[in-house]
């Protein structure tokens, strides 16, 4: 930093193309402060070293930089700030602020200007100190048959050329790494838990062009695309003439920004990947494929959980992490968890995102609740679970509390809901029986989620935060998560977490109509309902569902599992 100048450094935590998770070679964040959480901003300072994580990281976060020279900001809650504004408070006076411009989006440097920063895009200072750095992934990459995507790669090109020529846009440059899967029909490794693999896309009028390493194509063939090397991105960039370039300046680098602003005669087109949206809305293969893979999901689910129930063997958060993962793989059809999978028991469950390690690793004994959040990727689509589940016997606090939970979960899954609604104004469905108990969670309630691909997809969500952009109206087809929750720091967590398909309701004189169509199958812990807490409706609902559960997967489960599954789906 003396050398180049430089009177702060940022390390973001992401990589080239603004991913949530990263390759190895872009856990920066991760390698200079030792926190492994998926979100946070470093500021590096001559006298300073800042770490800002959000709600589900205060505690994991404080334990893992304790001792080191990071100090933790918080971004929610009464404490509250901002990386940018620490920025302005202290660097207003023309000082240079460097970052990787790898790493920086054309939208987050314009925010910083805003703020009067100078901050200098540069080549990554880390590249200097972190002498075993990983290399660049090139991991092998196959290709979906039609069949599985319900659309091939020229339907998906010619589609995403008329949305472009309605905008009169010649190109179109994307770098979101499961946008870019998901128009040409390929998957990867690059990731752990992701089947995306680091690339850029460039669609022209008569041309696309894939940037990443040709070693990737030994059993695959390119089709419909050429195949360049991974950083001749920038040179292709800085060759155009006279054309008009969409892209999304959320998802694209200032080192390709600074490579269009060589080009001759190029103007850009901001605005969010046309495939975004395209993907986030399923087409009936698709949905029919997110549906097979949740009742195969299921399937291990209840064969777990009747291994547990059955109280054979002494359980930690790992081993039970393990047994369900052992469970899954038992699918051939299944490839591998969605994510890792968070098992947090009695305080840890209250740890929003708790990760199991061999030092904070306990035995699940005695009486207390678990937290047990995961997915799997299966080939036919991807799954995202929560479940709590009581060991021993219950309190009446944590009876009260999961019935509130499970309140808002019913609440929000039965809604109908006109044409137009963002998930924005569905949120507060979640959280009204837990806010009349002066009770409430910080972290969303509902994300998108993709086609076996990013278990965390836009651009739909359920927030009571707007985000940046405008909010996204829910449309039949898409995906998204309904998981409230309530967390008391020391005692207990509880989530409950089904994926839902936006449907379809009716259409009347006011207008069309969408609900829910439930897709997870798998009992609710049913030791922790409080019946009297239910309406009648919400009892009938409850009901209805574990009906469904049963009938679904009891011809499916194992002999030993099914006496489980039918206890479990008692009607209350």
């Not at 001792?67 to 620490?86: C, N």
């Not at 023309?94 to 895009?121: C, D, F, N, P």
Request: hydrophobic letters at 40%; charged letters at 25%.
């Amino acid at each position: 930093m003396a050398k180049a100048g430089l009177s702060a450094w940022i390390i973001n935590g992401t990589d080239p193309h603004q991913s949530e998770y990263v390759c190895p070679r872009w856990s920066s964040r991760h390698w200079i402060s030792g926190f492994s959480g998926s979100a946070g901003t470093v500021i590096v300072t001559m006298d300073k070293a800042l770490i800002w994580v959000d709600s589900r990281y205060f505690v994991q976060c404080a334990d893992q930089i304790k001792g080191t020279v990071f100090e933790m900001r918080k971004l929610d809650g009464p404490q509250a700030s901002r990386p940018i504004d620490f920025l302005a408070e202290n660097f207003s006076g023309g000082q240079k602020i460097g970052i990787s411009a790898e790493t920086l989006m054309i939208a987050a440097m314009e925010r910083y200007r805003s703020k009067g920063l100078v901050v200098v895009a540069t080549d990554d200072l880390l590249d200097a100190i972190w002498t075993d750095r990983p290399a660049m992934p090139e991991n092998p990459v196959i290709s979906l048959d039609d069949s599985l995507t319900g659309l091939s790669v020229q339907q998906k090109i010619i589609n995403l050329r008329n949305k472009g020529h309605q905008s009169k846009e010649d190109y179109q440059l994307i770098s979101s790494l499961d946008d870019i899967a998901w128009i040409l029909n390929l998957r990867g490794s690059d990731i752990n838990d992701t089947p995306v693999f680091l690339a850029h896309l460039l669609i022209g009028p008569d041309c696309v062009k894939l940037f990443t390493p040709m070693a990737r194509f030994k059993d695959t063939k390119p089709e419909g695309y050429e195949v360049l090397p991974y950083d001749a991105v920038a040179d292709e960039l800085s060759a155009l003439k006279n054309v008009t370039v969409r892209l999304n300046p959320e998802r694209i680098n200032m080192k390709m920004k600074n490579a269009l602003d060589k080009a001759e005669g190029v103007s850009l087109s901001n605005g969010r990947e046309y495939s975004t949206d395209m993907k986030a809305v399923k087409n009936e293969t698709e949905l029919d494929g997110m549906r097979v893979a949740h009742i195969l999901d299921g399937v291990a689910l209840v064969n777990f959980l009747a291994l547990v129930k059955r109280n054979e063997f002494d359980f930690t958060e790992l081993s039970i992490a393990k047994a369900l993962s052992d469970e899954r793989e038992m699918e051939e059809e299944y490839l591998g968890p969605s994510f890792g999978t968070i098992a947090g028991f009695g305080a840890h469950g209250a740890v929003v995102h708790y990760s199991a390690t061999e030092e904070t690793d306990i035995p699940i004994c005695g009486n207390g609740l678990l937290v047990l959040d995961s997915g799997g990727q299966y080939t036919c689509g991807t799954t995202d679970i929560t479940r709590t589940l009581l060991f021993g016997e219950a309190t009446q606090e944590q009876k009260e509390d999961y019935t509130l939970v499970l309140k808002g979960h019913l609440a929000l899954s039965s809604q109908v809901f006109p044409k137009g609604t963002t998930g924005h104004q569905l949120d507060a469905l979640a959280h009204q029986f837990l806010w009349q108990r002066g009770m409430d969670y910080f972290h969303g309630t509902g994300h998108g989620v993709g086609h076996r691909l990013s278990v965390h997809e836009g651009p739909q969500r359920i927030s009571s935060k707007q985000g940046t952009g405008e909010p996204v109206a829910l449309e039949p087809g898409m995906v998204i998560s309904d998981e409230p929750g309530l967390y008391k720091e020391g005692r207990h967590g509880i989530r409950i977490e089904n994926l839902v398909a936006v449907t379809e309701a009716m259409e009347t004189e006011f207008g069309k109509f969408y609900t829910f169509e439930v897709l997870t199958c798998c009992p609710y812990e049913r030791d922790l309902i409080v019946k009297e807490m239910l309406t009648d409706q919400e009892v009938d609902m409850v009901n209805e569902y574990h009906r469904w559960v049963r009938d679904m997967l009891l011809p499916m489960v194992e002999e030993s599992s099914r006496d489980y599954l039918i206890q479990a789906t008692e009607p209350l």
